[in-house]
């Protein structure tokens, strides 16, 4: 008799939650075959993006968005980026996934299942923002090495999980705690399976924070693979590189976390200001925490064609990390004067601030709508570039849109 090899069952769960329906007959797929419908995908069909989404790299996958697809107040996945150190996991095995809490700091080392975790820990929904550090770094010169992101790599999507402090706190956390750094299952580029792409992590004060989650839900339904399925850390309002993916293993750490990316240039940038292109010592570079404040215009549409007379309704998000937001301003004559823009409160902490405001334009011709926000501490966003770093972080700096009025 002819013996076939069916595929595994964790390439079969990774098909499933990558085609986001059940494979029928999939247990009958042979070895290796990969369904014709993943054989034939593009990126946009792959991971569900919309068309107008710029790929920046397809070794390891990194897409953004452009200012006027993130006009939704909360984020929808198909506009939503993506920043990938590694390669997405292939054998995500969802009934057998675990989390596993160890480290220094731990009391006792646990290993949790994921219908554990959702069943004995609450429920929470926060809409949370995640920009990537390095977003905004197309703008530096001399410029950085890395993805070249201009304004698209922010989201601010609906995560429900469960707070880390409760998982943390049911392990036990010791007196000497300074950090938590995470694992993850995804594979380093070089597909050596000893090395992480990435395991970064946050000070003791922010895992502890009630709206620091490790999340299985996004907007409601089940996190979508690249985004990290099926459980994520979300640190809203830092890096999200902090908000690791495919979440494995969080140690509580005696120290700061020294896992891959967390050292060097890094997610690190000079603790003080440097002169664009100097060259920065190691121990005068600091983790970066809390993102600054920012925003976005998300309509109009840069490039808008507006006709004489007509007011026309700008309207965008503001975010400052851990800090609210407190005034968006605008202005059509390129920063000489500033007009208040009306302000919503956040959802709830970390989460994204919508503002929007009229405009009229005195006569025909080219103008650009700047928009400037400031933080509960007063600090405002730079109208251009901000301070140069190494790697091209925090370019916060005014966004700015084109308009003719015809
Ligand atoms: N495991 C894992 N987690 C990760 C990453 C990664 O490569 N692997 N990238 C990080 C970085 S740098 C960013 S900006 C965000 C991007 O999240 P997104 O792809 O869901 O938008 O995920 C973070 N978490
Ligand atoms: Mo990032």
């Not at 996945?77 to 009934?95: A, E, H, K, Q, S």
């Not at 440097?274 to 309509?299: F, H, N, Q, R, W």
């Not at 390129?334 to 009229?360: I, K, M």
């Amino acid at each position: 008799m002819k013996r076939r090899n069916f595929i595994k069952k964790t390439s079969l769960s990774t098909f499933t939650a990558l085609l986001g329906v059940d494979i029928v007959f999939g247990n009958l797929l042979p070895a290796g075959y990969v369904p014709l419908a993943l054989q034939q995908a593009d990126p946009f069909t792959l991971f569900k993006k919309d068309k107008e989404m710029k790929v920046l790299n397809d070794r390891p996958w990194n897409m953004e968005a452009q200012a006027h697809l993130l006009d939704d107040s909360i984020t929808p996945n198909n506009y939503m980026f993506i920043r990938n150190n590694g390669l997405i996991p292939t054998t995500i095995d969802v009934d057998n996934w675990t989390l596993t809490i160890d480290g220094e700091s731990v009391q006792k080392q646990k290993t949790y299942t994921l219908s554990e975790l959702k069943s004995k820990f609450k429920h929470y929904t926060y809409q949370l923002t995640l920009e990537c550090g390095g977003n905004g770094r197309s703008e530096f010169n001399p410029p950085a090495k890395g993805n070249q992101w201009t304004i698209g790599a922010v989201s601010c999507a609906n995560w429900t999980g469960i707070r880390l402090k409760d998982v943390l706190n049911d392990a036990g956390i010791k007196e000497n705690a300074v950090y938590i750094g995470y694992r993850s299952a995804d594979t380093h580029l070089t597909g050596d399976v000893d090395k992480a792409p990435i395991s970064r992590g946050v000070p003791m004060s922010k895992a502890l924070q009630d709206e620091t989650i490790l999340a299985f839900k996004m907007n409601g339904e089940d996190i979508p693979l690249v985004h990290g399925y099926p459980l994520r850390l979300v640190a809203g309002g830092w890096p999200a590189s902090a908000s690791g993916k495919w979440i494995t293993g969080i140690s509580i750490r005696d120290k700061v976390h020294d896992g891959a990316k967390m050292k060097g240039a890094s997610y690190r940038v000079p603790c003080k200001p440097v002169a664009p292109g100097s060259k920065v010592k190691d121990e005068d570079m600091c983790i970066i925490e809390s993102m600054p404040i920012k925003s976005l215009i998300t309509y109009p549409k840069s490039g808008a064609l507006i006709k004489k007379g007509r007011n026309i309704e700008v309207r965008g998000h503001a975010w400052a990390g851990e800090l609210g937001v407190s005034k968006v301003e605008y202005s059509i004559d390129y920063g000489t004067t500033w007009n208040d823009c009306n302000l919503e409160n956040p959802a709830n902490r970390l989460a994204w601030q919508h503002f929007s405001a009229t405009v009229g334009f005195p006569s025909t011709g080219y103008y650009e709508v700047w928009a400037k926000a400031t933080d509960t501490e007063n600090s405002a966003q730079p109208m251009l570039l901000p301070g140069w770093n190494p790697k091209g972080y925090l370019n916060n700096a005014c966004h700015r849109i084109a308009i003719k009025v015809v």
